[in-house]
C-alpha cells in the first residue's frame, strides 16, 4: 500500500531531552512537510523539504530541526530548546513538476508527543 | 498575521441539514483552495478543492462556493450524516511556489 507512516503513535519523553520523529513516504514524492498541531490552532508549518538535502523553515521552525538525506525520510528531532513541545506532530508529502511545488498534500497518521 | 480566518470554531447539524463553513483570505496572488477533513486522532485528508476559474464545484454532497471578489469560499454539506462529524479545515496557496496556509478548523457535530 502506498501511504505515509509516522511512528510512534503516541510518545513520552522527560522536559529537557531531544526526540526525534519518524516520517517515512512510499509515493515517491519529491516534497515534505511538517506540521504542528494544537488544539484551537489548525495546522502550522515547522519545516518543509522539496528535494533531498534540501529544506526550508517553516513558520514555527525555533526549537525544531529536520534532516532529508534520502528522499523517503524526512524525520524530524523535537529539541530542548522548544518551549512548548507537547502537541500533535503530522508529516506529509506532495509530488513536485520541475521546480513547482504540486498542490495536494498527503498526511500521515500523526504522532501525539507529550512532554512529561 | 492568519491569512486564512475560518469561522465557525464549532457547529452542530441534526442529520440530514446542511452544514455550512466559511474561510476568508488576505493575499490575492493565492489560486488554490482545498478543505481537508479530520477525524479523531488521524491525519487529515483532502476532501475537495477549487481554483478560482469556477464559482462552485460539487463533489457528492460536499460543495465548495468561491467568490473571488469578496475573497471568501465555503464547504457546503448536504444532507449531513453523524460519520460526517469531524474537524474540518480550510486552506489556501500560490499554486507551484507557496505550501498550504490552514485555517484553525471547525469542528463538526451532526446529531442523529
Known amino acids: 500500500d502506498g501511504g505515509i507512516t509516522q511512528s510512534p503513535k503516541y510518545l513520552f519523553r522527560k522536559e529537557g531531552q531531544n526526540v526525534t520523529l519518524s516520517c517515512e513516504q512510499n509515493l515517491n514524492h519529491d516534497a515534505m512537510y511538517w506540521y504542528r498541531q494544537d488544539p484551537g490552532q489548525g495546522l502550522r508549518l515547522i519545516y518543509y523539504s522539496q528535494i533531498v538535502n534540501d529544506f526550508q523553515k517553516g513558520d514555527i521552525a525555533e526549537g525544531y530541526s529536520v534532516s532529508r538525506e534520502k528522499k523517503e525520510s524526512f524525520p524530524l528531532t523535537v529539541t530542548s530548546a522548544q518551549k512548548n513541545p507537547t502537541a500533535f506532530y503530522l508529516c506529509?508529502?506532495?509530488?513536485?513538476?520541475?521546480?513547482?511545488?504540486?498542490?495536494?498534500?498527503?498526511f500521515g497518521p500523526g504522532t501525539r508527543l507529550t512532554v512529561l | 498575521q492568519q491569512q486564512v480566518k475560518q469561522s465557525p470554531q464549532s457547529l452542530i447539524v441534526q442529520k440530514g441539514g446542511i452544514s455550512i463553513i466559511n474561510c476568508a483570505y488576505e493575499?490575492?496572488?493565492?489560486?488554490?483552495f482545498p478543505w481537508y477533513q479530520q477525524f479523531p486522532g488521524k491525519g487529515p485528508a483532502l476532501l475537495i478543492a477549487i481554483r478560482p476559474d469556477v464559482s462552485e464545484k460539487k463533489e457528492g454532497r460536499f460543495t465548495i462556493s468561491f467568490n473571488k471578489s469578496a475573497k471568501q469560499f465555503s464547504l457546503h454539506i448536504m444532507d449531513s450524516q453523524p460519520g460526517d462529524s469531524a474537524t474540518y479545515f480550510c486552506?489556501?496557496?500560490?499554486?507551484?511556489?507557496?505550501?498550504?496556509?490552514f485555517g484553525k478548523g471547525t469542528m463538526l457535530l451532526v446529531s442523529p
Open positions: 486552506a489556501a496557496s500560490t499554486s507551484g511556489y507557496s505550501t498550504l496556509t
Open positions: 493575499n490575492t496572488a493565492f489560486d488554490y
Open positions: 506529509a508529502s506532495s509530488g513536485t513538476s520541475g521546480r513547482y511545488l504540486t498542490d495536494t498534500q498527503y
